[in-house]
């Protein structure tokens, strides 16, 4: 079974950056598709990045493109979502997660496992 950690999130000032990492183990994830989710205070979880951690495309939420980039790194067994330009409206709790799957989803419920959560508050 897969653990999944996430670290990175913290309070920055809007425009800011940080970047949030998710360190797997457990067993190898070359058949998994990890994303990245967040929730704000009193809304559903939302889809913010995904890829296959094989490689290939990634995807992203329109209210992050070109802003946030998810990229993994296979010898530290690591996604990371790099994000960028941050505004108030991304504050939120966020979520790593993974899904043994051959296509990438969106929808939170396809998810597997996930790992705790970690605070980004963007001040204005």
């Known amino acids: 079974q897969v653990q999944l950690v996430e670290s990175g999130g913290g309070l920055v000032q809007a425009g800011g950056s940080l970047r949030l990492s998710c360190v797997a183990s457990?067993?190898?994830?070359?058949?998994?598709?990890m994303g990245w989710f967040r929730q704000a205070p009193g809304k559903e979880r939302a889809f913010v990045a995904a890829r296959k951690w094989s490689g290939g495309s990634t995807y992203y939420a329109d209210s992050v493109k070109g802003r946030f980039t998810i990229s993994r790194d296979n010898a530290k067994n690591t996604v990371y979502l790099q994000m960028n330009s941050l505004k108030p409206e991304d504050t939120a709790v966020y979520y790593c997660a993974a899904d043994r799957a051959n296509a990438v989803f969106t929808t939170p419920n396809l998810y597997d496992v996930w790992g705790q959560g970690t605070q980004v508050t963007v001040s204005s």
């Open positions: 457990g067993r190898s994830l070359s058949n998994y598709v």
